[in-house]
């Protein structure tokens, strides 16, 4: 399968823990987001790279939240001293960026996390 | 008021029955996307557009620029394109997603 992976798919964590989840882009692609989506709400966006440099990040990113793509390939998102309002899926989305006109993203299959 | 509004929130039809899912934004845009989510999370993107209509199988998009509004239509439903669906707009390098249109089409 040459699609985009995310490991884990689920996390169940007590609050306070921390969280790391991993992205496996398409192999090609440049560019790599993380999403968050929440039960009933389209996906928010929380930061991206541009091979591995981190272009920009959302003001929902707290001080909690990191990112790498130490390579330019896999990226990881780590959350530190979860809270129980970090519930959500987390989605990673990959893409060829080759000019200015857009992108279709591909989406991997998410990882869900629940902070009890 | 969201910058991607989306209409209706909920929508079920009868397999067969033409549907039509409507998105209005209000910022500028670099392209339109329309978007298919299943239950369990997986996003497949149907259509990246900044002008004029596409058209894949029974799905076809639109979109007007000078209103801000794109159409999602579903030709002859089918109980397998019960989703959602979510209309998002790229905005500089990111895309900004409406709260998406549940779609349930029964047999």
């Known amino acids: 399968d040459t699609g985009v992976s995310q490991d884990p798919r689920h996390k169940i964590t007590k609050r306070g823990q921390n969280v790391t989840f991993r992205c496996d882009p398409i192999s090609e692609h440049n560019r790599l987001y993380w999403y968050r989506q929440t039960l009933g709400q389209g996906p928010e966006f929380l930061t991206y790279?541009?091979?591995?440099?981190?272009?920009?990040k959302s003001r929902l990113l707290s001080d909690r939240f990191s990112a790498e793509r130490p390579k330019g390939s896999f990226s990881t998102l780590e959350i530190q001293r979860t809270e129980q309002g970090d519930s959500a899926m987390y989605l990673c989305?990959?893409?060829?960026?080759?000019?200015?006109?857009?992108?279709?993203?591909?989406f991997g299959p998410g990882t869900r996390l629940l902070v009890l | 008021k969201n910058e991607v509004e989306q209409s209706p929130q909920n929508l079920t039809a009868q397999e067969g029955e033409f549907i039509t899912i409507n998105c209005s934004y209000s910022?500028?845009?670099?392209?339109l996307h329309w978007l298919q989510q299943h239950p369990g999370g997986g996003i497949v993107s149907l259509f990246m557009l900044s002008s004029g209509k596409k058209k894949h199988g029974r799905l076809i998009a639109t979109i007007n620029i000078q209103e801000k509004h794109s159409s999602l239509h579903i030709t002859a439903s089918h109980p397998r394109d019960s989703a959602v669906y979510i209309c998002?707009?790229?905005?500089?390098?990111?895309?900004?997603f409406g709260t998406g249109t549940r779609l349930q089409v029964f047999p």
């Open positions: 910022v500028g845009i670099s392209a």
């Open positions: 989305a990959s893409s060829l960026v080759l000019g200015p006109q857009g992108e279709t993203q591909y």
């Open positions: 790279f541009q091979n591995e440099a981190q272009l920009e």
């Open positions: 998002a707009v790229g905005r500089g390098d990111k895309l900004i």
